[in-house]
């Protein structure tokens, strides 16, 4: 399932550079392919990863507060 992800990652890559690089194609239209492209894999991550970054959250909160008091 991974591999397929990246894959489709990398071909969203591939096409949004294309858009980019393009002279007579809309800048505007290239760019916000990229952000939608970087809030996906934001998204993504996040879903994926919540819980260890809730832990190591938690962890520093903890560290930050015991070197306050």
Do not use: E, P
Request: hydrophobic share 50%; glycine share 8%.
């Amino acid at each position: 399932m991974m591999t397929a992800l990246k894959n489709k990652m990398q071909r969203m890559g591939l096409k949004a550079r294309k858009i980019l690089a393009s002279k007579s194609g809309d800048q505007m239209t290239g760019w916000l392919i990229v952000v939608l492209i970087v809030v996906v894999v934001g998204a993504v991550f996040m879903t994926l990863y919540q819980d260890s970054i809730t832990t190591i959250w938690n962890n520093i909160v903890t560290k930050i507060t015991g070197l306050l008091s």
